[in-house]
């Protein structure tokens, strides 16, 4: 809803800590969710998060969230699905170039990360491109899936080479939100329309055919 | 035809790709003028409704004696026009420095990636990435937006294609284009307070260049300037502001109100209004603005834009003076 997606901007301090302590509360159940399987929680929690995030946020499901780094402002509401910043046909008074009724996504998001204690050195970071595939799949359970892949003292082998160079090529969004550029192995319901992309080693060699 | 012995079709040296000098990113002369130091002219070339190739040419003509580089704009407006990469192969033949324009708008990752290519192995020396204007404004309204990346994120990808070598998936190339990474920034429109923020992000992104949207109120991208500067951006970008001739007060704000992104001061449009002969009114403006935009320091060229009058743009260019003073640092040994 408009407005509560409004009111959760104004009030991104509160809800940049709910999240930080959500975050913690998640990673620290990564046994639990990989005891239970991650392909079977797949569909409730993405559920949950829909509703949840869905009141909050006027949430997509992406599956890659970055509302930490963009004000709490969801950036997927912005009508060109920008993820870095403003285009540059904002109209006079911050509204929205495509849908003149709504403000603009961006001027929201730099008015919430001012009011969050690292949104504004978060907003800076350079985000990558939407991995399409992981719409509709649950971000949370990534974020625990990430982490608790990155703990392990080798790091997975069985990423695509793909997510890895995305990993690389925009370290800085995959520091601070690690869902952004996910490469730790993905359960098959949190990939749509896709074989699993699990299976091309990172030391494949260049110019296998992949499609 | 076993043992058929076919002749290497290519030469090895006139078709080689155009390497960088030392230092350079590209083999761009817009680059060359830039990093020589002098104020370099950009100038937008407007696609023609057409398949003739001299209605390209005809265009061309009035700017390549007057600009470093010719911007061959990508379906601006969300209008339908001859492509830019259509553009890119007349003009690479006939010589010009081109400015290809990619917008995110009408074209996905795949598509960008191998255009890029393409336009690299045309001899095309410039990128800039845009995101672009919605659908909406366009001739063609209910077309299905694109937008799987955003100009940051292009110019990621671009600049990983280019120093990476490799594309976004992390593939490899055997040759990768050597390409001088422009971006675009429009300091004039909310939000204000964040635009030069926008641009250091853009610069981190990869941005070599920037060629700004037009610029018509002067303090306020003279405020975005010393932001730039305070922020040491302008160490780090060349900036080419942009600018355009406006026909008359009409035009003025038809403009203000249908093309998104442009900012016209009512003092302008008044201007516009009392004027004997608003479209001269209009062209010294420009000159004016271009003389203004080249005092504020970090600004290290312009961008001349007027729609489908190229011979305008020649004419503002060559009256502005501003090639001549280089020819006067050449004499001077400069």
Known sequence: MYAVRRFAVRHARFFESLYQVFERLVVALAPVFEAVGYQRLERPVALSERLIKGFLFDCRMCGQCVLSSTGMSCPMNCPKNLRNGPCGGVREGGFCEVRPEMRCVWVEAWDGARRMRDGLDRIRAVQPPVDRALEGSSAWLRVAREKAAERRPTQPTTADLGRSVLARVFARARTLDVATAPIAREPEAARRNQPEAGHTSVHAPSGTARD | ?????????????????????????????????????????????????????????????????????????????????????????????????????????????????????????????????????????????????????????LLRTLRTMRDDGTFLSGRKLSTPPRIFLGAAENPCIPPVEWRADRLEKKVRAGADFIQTNYIFDVPVFAEFMKRVRDMGLDERVFILAGVGPLASAKTARWMRRNVPGVHIPEAIIDHLEKAANPAEEGKKLCIDMIQQVREIAGVKGVHVMAYRREHLVYEIIKESGILQERLEVKARGA
């Open chain 2, 1 to 153: 035809m076993v043992g058929l012995q076919t002749p290497e079709p290519y030469d090895p040296i006139l078709h080689a790709p155009l390497l960088p000098p030392v230092g350079h990113r590209s083999a761009s002369i817009l680059e060359r003028v830039l990093r020589k130091g002098w104020f370099a002219v950009t100038a937008e070339l407007n696609p023609p409704d057409s398949a003739d190739p001299r209605d390209v040419l005809r265009a061309a003509e009035p700017l390549k004696d007057v600009a470093d580089a010719v911007n061959a704009t990508d379906a601006s407006g969300a209008n339908c026009h001859m492509s830019s990469m259509g553009i890119c192969s007349i003009l690479s033949r006939a010589g010009l420095g081109i400015v290809l324009q990619i917008s995110c708008r009408d074209r996905n990752r795949i598509a960008i990636q191998g255009d890029v290519l393409g336009a690299a192995a045309m001899g095309v020396g410039n990128v800039l990435c845009r995101t672009g204007g919605g659908v909406g404004v366009g001739d063609q309204p209910g077309t299905k937006p694109v937008f799987d990346l955003d100009s940051v994120s």
